[in-house]
């Protein structure tokens, strides 16, 4: 018996595509609203997106950051995935990114994420439509430990947490290692992307998004790069495992190809080890699939998230 594993494009193509239009003029449409960290009055450009046939009403929001150097453009292509699944999706970019405002050294010049932490809360007060509400928040890269911050501080907000290639895990990282490290990521990712794109034969249906998603400031702009260098420093301290410890809220964290989950306040040492045995977890699982923990209690299962 053969199993069929269809591509994202040929997903696109055959259940997605037509939804493009009604989520572009969602992307198109500026939203944007006023909020104070630390006395400063800071405007946030956010969308947020839904497929009004495919909107499954008793579902939680979810909320995506993206990562270092990003706005929420960065990861649309994701919030229309998660739309087409009949989520409501948040995207925002954080002061300093995208078209918000950019903030001054009080807002970046700290030891932590607590004010990008507030940011994100402060413009959830702002969205009358989400009062009272639980979010699934799904974070990358320095966009995890962002939203750690928020879980941390905010556990009534937090339906569940979900780290995509988390950084800041490693213990006190140096600049020389977290610098090039994300440099290689990035050239890796375009490089495997390129390839696939070439041999495969599949469209690229991203370009179908991208005409509805207009040019914004760069985030290595010469008035932004001061943040941008403080956002590194603090990456580099290491403390997102610290955070987990304190949330307790179900979360699953997926270290690049490898997904692992940790039990709600527990991100010890010795569940930071799970990581060496990722292999040997999705051999159990049937084909290999990438194993899926459940964080409630007595619950482990594998199949797809």
């Known amino acids: 018996m053969t199993i069929e594993n269809p591509s994202i494009n040929q997903i696109f193509e055959k259940d997605r595509k037509k939804y493009i239009p009604e989520v572009g003029k969602q992307l198109i449409q500026e939203n944007e609203e006023e909020i104070e960290i630390n006395g400063e009055r800071l405007c946030v450009d956010y969308r947020v997106i839904s497929i009004g046939e495919k909107e499954r009403k008793d579902a939680n929001p979810v909320i995506l950051m993206t990562g270092f150097g990003s706005g929420w453009e960065g990861i649309a292509e994701l919030g229309f995935s998660l739309a087409a699944e009949g989520r409501k999706v948040i995207l925002l970019s954080l002061p300093g990114y995208g078209n918000s405002e950019d903030p001054g050294k009080k807002y970046y010049g700290t030891d932590n994420f607590d004010n990008e932490a507030e940011a994100i809360r402060k413009l959830?007060?702002?969205?009358?439509?989400?009062?009272?509400?639980?979010?699934?928040?799904?974070?990358?890269?320095?966009?995890?430990?962002?939203?750690?911050?928020?879980?941390?501080?905010?556990?009534?907000?937090v339906a569940s947490l979900v780290l995509l290639a988390p950084a800041g895990v490693k213990?006190?990282?140096?600049?020389?290692?977290?610098?090039?490290?994300?440099?290689?990521?990035?050239?890796?990712?375009?490089?495997?992307?390129?390839?696939?794109?070439?041999?495969?034969?599949?469209?690229?249906?991203?370009?179908?998004?991208?005409?509805?998603?207009?040019?914004?400031?760069?985030?290595?702009?010469?008035?932004?790069?001061?943040?941008?260098?403080?956002?590194?420093?603090?990456?580099?301290?290491?403390?997102?495992?610290?955070?987990?410890?304190?949330?307790?809220?179900?979360?699953?964290?997926?270290?690049?190809?490898?997904?692992?989950?940790?039990?709600?306040?527990?991100?010890?040492?010795?569940?930071?080890?799970?990581?060496?045995r990722g292999d040997q977890d999705r051999k159990k699982?049937?084909?290999?699939?990438?194993?899926?923990?459940?964080?409630?209690?007595g619950r482990n299962h594998c199949g797809e998230y």
């Open 285 to 297: 699982c049937d084909g290999g699939a990438s194993a899926q923990h459940d964080h409630r209690p």
């Open 124 to 157: 959830l007060e702002k969205l009358p439509e989400e009062k009272g509400q639980k979010f699934h928040l799904v974070g990358h890269s320095m966009g995890s430990e962002i939203l750690a911050s928020l879980a941390e501080k905010n556990p009534e907000l």
């Open 171 to 276: 213990d006190k990282e140096s600049l020389w290692s977290l610098g090039p490290r994300f440099g290689l990521d990035g050239v890796k990712s375009t490089l495997e992307y390129m390839v696939r794109m070439k041999f495969s034969g599949e469209t690229d249906y991203q370009d179908e998004l991208k005409k509805y998603i207009s040019e914004t400031k760069s985030p290595f702009a010469k008035d932004r790069l001061a943040q941008r260098m403080s956002e590194v420093r603090r990456l580099k301290k290491g403390r997102h495992l610290e955070k987990l410890q304190k949330i307790n809220s179900p979360y699953h964290l997926y270290h690049r190809e490898i997904g692992y989950g940790l039990s709600a306040g527990r991100a010890t040492e010795k569940n930071n080890r799970r990581r060496e």
